[in-house]
């Protein structure tokens, strides 16, 4: 018989094998595959945090004297709803997706960030975007 050499993909250790089948295996056992769905799932939760902190810092530079700029409410909007600029879609839509994401009273959502929608919504409205 013919086996075939594998390595583990979280831990690096090699094992041979009959080939089976199907996919190759890429963890050596379930503890692997956990780990490596922990590390991806907090490296996911590193990159959603530095998000929030860039809209929480944008949200703090509004003021009276300095409201947001009219030239980043559309791109705002698209960027809080997770879609791209491309898809052409109209700012209600935008609105109720990026809140459906980002209210407080659901998992996931931030108050700041929400409220950022809200003055990037209230301007659309205003100026007709």
């Known amino acids: 018989m013919v086996t075939q050499r594998f390595t583990c993909a979280w831990c690096g250790l090699a094992w041979n094998r009959i080939p089976k089948p199907g996919r190759a295996p890429r963890f050596c056992s379930d503890a692997c595959k956990q780990a490596s769905w922990r590390e991806k799932a907090a490296v996911a939760r590193r990159i959603r945090d530095q998000r929030v902190a860039l809209l929480h810092a944008e949200f703090d530079q509004i003021t009276?004297?300095?409201?947001?700029?009219?030239a980043r409410v559309v791109p705002l909007l698209h960027e809080l709803a997770d879609s791209g600029p491309s898809y052409?879609?109209?700012v209600g839509r935008l609105y109720k997706t990026a809140a459906a994401a980002w209210h407080p009273d659901r998992p996931g959502g931030d108050h700041k960030v929400f409220q950022l929608l809200q003055e990037a919504h209230r301007l659309a409205r205003?100026?007709?975007?």
């Open 126 to 129: 205003l100026h007709a975007l």
């Open 64 to 70: 009276a004297a300095t409201p947001l700029s009219l």
């Open 88 to 90: 052409g879609l109209p």
